[in-house]
């Protein structure tokens, strides 16, 4: 797929995933994994420049496994911004969609 078509809509992944639980960032990484094919560094700068910009906090967790996990979770402001992303992304995706279909000859 289009390295740009990625970059574009991973923020939007990152946002959706932390509105329903917070996660750690290898957690983020391998689940958007199972549906785009992302590579593990292209996730970390994201995670940092929406920490910065307040739509998540962060805090370490204990793990069985090795040493303590830093989770996002995602803010009210986090979540607003979500909310205007999706409705940006239906606009664009339908507009996208409607332009495929005038475009593309079904032979």
Do not use: A
């Not at 199972?34 to 996730?43: A, C, F, L, P």
């Not at 496994?65 to 986090?78: D, F, I, V």
């Amino acid at each position: 797929m289009n390295v740009q078509f990625k970059k574009g809509v991973l923020e939007l992944c990152v946002l959706v995933l932390l509105d329903k639980k917070d996660r750690y960032g290898y957690e983020l990484v391998q689940k958007i994994s199972d549906q785009i094919e992302i590579s593990e560094g292209s996730v970390y700068p994201l995670l940092r420049r929406l920490t910065k910009e307040e739509y998540f906090t962060t805090y370490l967790q204990e793990s069985t496994e090795g040493p303590s996990r830093k989770y996002y979770k995602l803010t009210e402001k986090g979540r607003m911004y979500l909310h205007e992303l999706i409705e940006e992304w239906h606009v664009f995706s339908n507009g996208v969609n409607q332009l495929i279909k005038e475009g593309v000859k079904n032979d």
